[in-house]
């Protein structure tokens, strides 16, 4: 007779790929442990999950649906009463599923706000404690601490001195706070580097296909080994050559895992899990963060003053520029060992 297995529900948030590609180390460690993870999101994220382990059981959630445009903040602003209407509709179907699902012992919520239930331990998965938000910085980081002291427990993913992630990680306010070390789903390979130019692009849209016809424009005609990932998950992975550019329009984590390691040069946004990927592989990469995304340029700045990767905006970008890599250390990290201790947490009875 088998034990059936308690569940994990482990809920990133859909805004590029990033939380998702983060929580993958996470799912494998739960299910090393004989958990059996829940997925939930929405959008390309869930898609993405669902992909990367189709065994699994997943729910869908609301979308948050949060559009861009060059005020990010003040866009944000018009946009806080549908996000709060989302928060309160994904707040409704966890409940209902844990309702009917006794053997839920837990939640994971990669910044999901409304992941969450007062009758199970949840944690909650952020390296931007601090949202930065110009001079309206101290107001959105009161209100996220405010949110985080709501789970049980935080974990950061960076270490004690938050090396990758800087201030945006740094308090002394939260009590709940475990830092975890970096989470990448990719492992250091020794392999021939077949790839001049590798070229990761990702987060939310009109942004990422702004940077894809600029880029594609700056190396149309270079003569080097340059391949791009678009990181737009579709039903069937697709692969396509353009003069001598290689193209995928996404690719999953083992046959990613092999490309990044077989190149020379990453050209990428400076989003914190592509930073986290990346400091793991010891790449050497050049960011271009996205304009007016508080965070992207912080951590752009931040790693360049480091001396570990330059950066540009996408209006200055030119191949020319990848010179500057000469002068950088490189991002360098640890392979990602999940403490399973954390795990413990879990094995709280459910509250009434």
């Not at 829940?38 to 948050?64: K, N």
């Not at 070229?199 to 600029?214: D, W």
Request: charged residues 25%; glycine residues 4%; hydrophobic residues 40%.
């Amino acid at each position: 007779m088998t034990t059936k297995k308690s569940k994990i529900i482990v809920a990133p948030l859909n805004w590029g790929l990033g939380h998702a590609s983060r929580c993958v180390p996470i799912i494998n460690a739960l299910i090393s442990n004989n958990f059996t993870p829940i997925i939930a999101s929405d959008g390309q994220s869930l898609l993405f999950l669902q992909q990367e382990f189709p065994h699994l059981e997943s729910l869908e959630l609301p979308s948050y649906q949060i559009t861009y445009s060059k005020n990010l903040k003040l866009k944000l602003v018009f946009q806080l009463p549908k996000i709060w209407n989302t928060f309160k509709s994904e707040k409704k179907v966890i409940k209902e599923y844990i309702d009917i699902n006794n053997d839920v012992v837990g939640i994971i919520s990669d910044n999901r706000f409304g992941v969450f239930n007062p009758t199970i331990p949840c944690v909650y998965i952020t390296h931007q404690v601090n949202v930065l938000s110009g001079f309206t910085t101290f107001l959105t980081s009161f209100i996220h601490k405010k949110i985080i002291k709501k789970f049980d427990e935080c974990w950061v993913p960076d270490n004690s001195k938050s090396e990758f992630s800087g201030k945006l990680s740094i308090t002394n306010k939260i009590i709940n706070l475990k830092y975890i070390g970096v989470l990448s789903r990719f492992k250091k390979q020794e392999i021939k580097k077949e790839i001049d130019v590798l070229v990761l692009l990702s987060g939310p849209e009109p942004n990422r296909t702004l940077l894809e016809k600029k880029l594609i424009s700056t190396f149309k005609n270079d003569e080097r080994s340059i391949v791009f990932v678009l990181g737009k998950v579709e039903k069937h992975q697709k692969k396509w050559k353009e003069k001598k550019c290689i193209f995928y329009n996404y690719v999953l984590s083992e046959k990613l895992e092999k490309i990044i390691n077989s190149s020379e040069i990453v050209v990428c946004r400076s989003g914190y899990s592509s930073i986290m990927d990346l400091a793991v592989l010891q790449k050497n990469v050049f960011f271009i963060p996205t304009n007016y995304q508080s965070e992207q340029e912080y951590l752009a700045q931040y790693l360049e003053l480091n001396k570990a990767a330059p950066f540009s905006y996408i209006e200055s970008f030119s191949e020319e520029k990848l010179e500057k890599l000469k002068n950088y250390t490189g991002l360098e990290a640890n392979q990602t060992q999940i403490d399973t201790s954390l795990f413990g947490l879990f094995e709280c009875k459910r509250k009434l």
